[in-house]
């Protein structure tokens, strides 16, 4: 380091602490970047790439942004998921004794971003931490730095857990241990796309231990304090608006892992990521960037208090029966302004005046909001209301303090009122009478000289000027005019008097600015006084923001009111699935029924494919999370239980990532219902069993279907096209057939779309393949080929028969009978629950006996294609010897 120059040394010092991001060396106006942050920012930002010397072997690579302009250029970094850290100069270059001091001032992460594009108005930004304990528990806390937001929860279990938790946070980047296993640093990053950060310090420090006042157990206050000393750490600068850190359990909630939730689309679509097409797209008339988030957190984790519930269904219902008082408060609501960001922008001080402008017009909605609430004839509306605190003292502050149109810079002046501050007043009329002086002489000079294009200017190199152009130079005779500077087709020139008045002028334009922003900043800290009054404020009005929201909502689509059944009964009249009725618009949505009791806890769907099995399915999954968030449902009448958990397997889709097939993804969501539902849960099953063959997928859409009969009881809507396991409602006693009406009119199919009961004698697959515009050679050679399976079933199960009756008449000989039963299956196929007899046992040699252990210990589920067809080569090469 010796050999490079001492400004080079010190970037190579401060860049030692921040490997892991780009670091913004500031030098004059520019940001520079140097060695391989500056080959790999030139190439991300795609900015030119230079170089320098920088006093070692050769030059070194160096590119640079402007400092007005790096905020566009530091978002682009960070919307890839990089950080970086901004180095400002500490000093007074003017006072500087050789290299001027330079200091990170502050870390900029996915996690941490206070403002910019890559902030959603109405999406929180996380940032979560993860903490594992010897006691193979987790903790898990996430802040959103923006709004101050702070949770907190203990996790058991397997890391799934932490993983669910995670994808429902949708944190943009999560804070670890340095000694973090791997192998959960892969799944994270498998399950997630965000940037891995490390802290160790777990150390809970005095200044912010008021924030951990409300938390129970050390471990979550260790999980916190990780969060938070990164912060810190990070940040450099008051967190005041950090708010105290909230508790909460996940089973306190409806419990919707990750693929049920990307599988009902509830907050993006599976195709294009994006909102519109999900639950939230259709769900979200409010009016507010808080009550938008308010909303996402809502549907995330949906109640099963009942209480909680009815409280919320109670408030839409009265917004509901007053439509002209919802839509005043619509329009005040419109006027209000993100209090939440506003106060962590307070804090974190970089607040500007229109910001504060803004926050001052939201308050005076405040008492209007107040009023109209606190008259609606409902309890808890009444008691919201008293909940509102105007912030009466903010208000009047910033009504005597600010102008109503201020600049964006605080460093121009022009933000505070007139007499506002005595002091100030003094230097604005000394600047205002000097230009009305400057005004004056302009006048008395043209007079004097003749010269009517003479001019008084102002630039800040030169500063007042007498300009006169060279075609009118002889005009002027006057001794006292001095030469300042020359242009091309003009003079300019400077008078005593003009000097004079010139400091006097500049002087108190200067003190203007700098007395405008001293008192913008006071201002700005008695502001920070009220920020939990105003973050307070903002969580009702959020919920007020939802709930009309639902009002609006329940009344534009016509839904009703959900009651609660303690018997764990479905009843769903003319139900609809309202984002498919929503996308379609003028077209008619075929209702549909759906009734489950304690004698239907299993309803197994038939009928053909596009006929709307699966849209039924998921619009009684998204009836009761609606119900339970607190909005009305699409129907014209539903009772519901409430579900602690939905879990759904619907779509094929490949884990590219974790390198799982589309078969292994349908067991591995299969496998996280049936091993975690409980008789209070909801299951959606879809096409289970069709990744593998046509046997394998029946057996095993059977034994799930008896496993939930049997042992879990969950209500489970379970839709197949393997029309062999309609016969189960005659083993299973809770189960019954259901099916999607279709009808066929001059050959071709037409679906009804509706609903009926038993199963469907079809599959119409041929003519669904006919109506996505298959060649019409291929429809017709399908159509040979299943009439001619058809009519060699229809023979073989002849066969079948006139053996089975052989059969009978030897029923004595036991041994016979299975061996010529088992010779019928073979030949006939017949259906997979025919009992056949199980082969005689085989003797093995040591060498085999030891290759079947290997297979009894190997975890299918756990594996890869590529690893479990390795593994099958290796045990076929011991067997062959």
Same mark, same amino acid.
């Given at each position: ?12 010092? =401060? ?52 400092? @007005? ?43 941490? $971003? ?5 902030? &959603? ?48 946070? /949708? ?35 005095? #200044? !912010? ?82 009550? /938008? ?38 329009? +005040? ?8 960001? %506003?106060?962590?922008?307070?804090? #974190? ?20 909001? +107040? ?25 009047? %502050? %910033? ?21 506002? @501050?005595?002091?100030?007043?003094? !230097? ?6 000097? +230009? ?146 929503? =996308? ?26 596009? &006929?709307? *099995? ?17 909005? !009305? ?24 990532? &974790?390198?799982?097939?589309? #078969? ?6 299969? *496998? ?76 071709? =199919? ?27 050679? =291929? ?19 002849? *066969?079948?028969?006139?053996?089975? /009756? ?31 007899? *199980?082969?005689?046992?085989?003797? #093995? ?23 479990? $067809? ?12």
């Amino acid at each position: 380091m010796a050999a490079y120059t001492p400004m080079i040394q010190q970037y190579l010092q =401060v860049k030692a602490d921040y490997q892991d991001a780009f670091l913004f060396f500031r030098l004059g106006d520019f940001y520079e970047m140097f060695f391989d942050d500056a080959i790999s920012a030139s190439q991300e930002l795609e900015i030119t790439l230079t170089s320098r010397d920088g006093g070692g072997e050769g030059k070194i690579p160096m590119c640079g942004v402007p400092h @007005h302009a790096a905020p566009q250029y530091i978002e682009q970094l960070i919307e890839k998921g990089y950080k970086v850290a901004i180095c400002e100069q500490t000093e007074d270059p003017r006072q500087a004794k050789g290299v001027v001091k330079r200091e990170v001032v502050q870390l900029i992460t996915p996690g941490t $971003m206070m403002e910019g594009r890559g902030l &959603s108005e109405k999406e929180n930004n996380y940032l979560a931490s993860i903490t594992v304990f010897e006691d193979q528990t987790y903790g898990f806390a996430y802040n959103d730095l923006s709004t101050g937001e702070n949770r907190v929860t203990l996790l058991s279990g397997s890391f799934d857990e932490v993983l669910n938790e995670l994808s429902i946070s /949708g944190a943009k980047e999560v804070v670890i241990a340095t000694s973090f296993p791997d192998e959960l640093q892969r799944k994270i990053r498998e399950r997630s796309v965000v940037t891995l950060s490390f802290e160790d310090d777990l150390t809970i420090q005095d #200044f !912010y231990s008021p924030l951990l006042k409300e938390i129970d157990l050390l471990t979550k206050r260790q999980t916190v304090a990780r969060l938070l000393n990164y912060l810190y750490r990070t940040q450099k600068r008051s967190l005041d608006h950090l708010q105290p850190v909230s508790q909460y359990e996940v089973q306190h909630y409806m419990k919707i892992d990750y693929y049920s939730k990307r599988n009902l689309e509830l907050t993006e679509t599976i195709r294009s990521k994006g909102k519109k097409g999900s639950l939230i797209w259709l769900l979200d008339e409010t009016k507010t960037a808080m009550g /938008g988030r308010l909303l996402k957190q809502w549907i995330d984790r949906p109640l099963i208090d009942r209480d909680e519930i009815q409280h919320r269904h109670s408030l839409v219902e009265t917004f509901l029966a007053h439509y002209f008082e919802r839509q005043d408060l619509r329009e +005040k609501l419109t006027e209000v302004y993100d209090l939440e960001r %506003l106060s962590g922008r307070v804090a #974190f001080g970089n607040v500007n005046a229109r910001d504060l402008v803004q926050l001052k017009r939201s308050l005076w909605q405040i008492p209007g909001i +107040k009023q109209l609430i606190g008259e609606l004839p409902n309890e808890t509306a009444v008691a919201l209301a008293e909940q509102l605190d105007p912030c009466e003292d903010v208000t009047d %502050l %910033l009504e005597r303090a600010l102008v109503e149109n201020p600049p964006i810079s605080l460093k121009e002046g022009n933000i505070i009122q007139d007499g506002y @501050h005595e002091e100030l007043d003094r !230097y604005r009329d000394a600047s205002r009478n000097g +230009k009305t002086w400057i005004a004056q002489l302009e006048r008395q000079e043209r007079e004097k000289t003749g010269i009517k294009s003479l001019k008084i200017g102002y630039n800040r190199v030169f500063g007042y000027y007498i300009e006169i152009t060279r075609a009118n130079l002889h005009l002027l005779q006057d001794d006292l005019y001095e030469r300042k500077q020359t242009l091309s087709n003009a003079e300019r020139f400077i008078t005593p008097e003009l000097k004079e008045k010139e400091e006097l002028i500049l002087q108190a334009e200067e003190k203007i600015v700098e007395l405008e922003y001293q008192l913008f900043s006071e201002i700005r800290e008695r502001i920070k006084e009220y920020i939990p009054h105003l973050q307070a404020l903002a969580k009702r009005i959020s919920e007020l923001d939802v709930l009309q929201c639902f009002a609006t909502i329940s009344e534009n689509r016509h839904y009703v009111k959900p009651l609660f059944s303690d018997e764990r009964r479905i009843f769903i009249k003319e139900g609809r699935h309202p984002v498919v009725e929503k =996308v379609m618009n003028a077209q008619e949505y075929v209702p549909n029924d759906c009734h489950m009791d304690r004698d239907r806890e299993i309803l197994l769907i038939t009928g053909p494919n596009m &006929s709307g *099995k699966s849209t039924y399915m998921r619009q009684v999954a998204l009836t009761a999370i609606l119900a339970q968030i607190g909005c !009305y449902v699409p129907a014209t009448e539903a009772v519901l239980p409430i579900f602690d958990q939905v879990f759904t397997r619907i779509g094929a889709a490949d884990d590219l990532i &974790s390198g799982q097939s589309t #078969f292994m993804v349908e067991m591995l969501e299969a *496998k996280n219902a049936i091993t975690n539902a409980t008789q209070a849960s909801l299951i959606l099953f879809d096409e289970i069993g069709r990744g593998t063959s046509t046997y394998d997928g029946m057996a095993l859409a059977q034994a799930m279907t008896e496993y939930i009969h049997n042992r879990i009881g969950a209500k489970t809507l379970f839709s197949t096209h393997y029309h062999e396991l309609t016969v189960l409602d005659e083993e299973l006693n809770r189960l019954k057939n259901v099916h999607v009406s279709a009808i066929e009119q001059n050959g071709k =199919v037409v679906f009804l779309h509706k609903i009926k009961e038993g199963a469907a004698d079809k599959s119409y697959g041929i003519h669904v393949a006919e109506l996505a515009e298959l060649p019409k050679e =291929v429809i017709r050679r399908a159509n040979e080929i299943l009439h001619a399976l058809e009519d060699k079933a229809e023979e073989m199960d002849k *066969k079948a028969n006139e053996k089975a /009756g052989k059969l009978e008449k030897v029923s004595e000989h036991s041994t016979l009978i299975m061996d010529q039963q088992q010779q019928v299956n073979e030949e006939a196929q017949l259906s997979l629950f025919v009992e056949v007899e *199980k082969p005689k046992k085989k003797d #093995f040699d040591s060498k085999e006996r030891k290759v079947l252990e290997q297979i009894k210990e190997l975890n299918l589920l756990d594996m890869t294609p590529l690893q479990a $067809m390795n593994t099958l080569y290796e045990l076929h090469k011991k067997i062959k010897g």
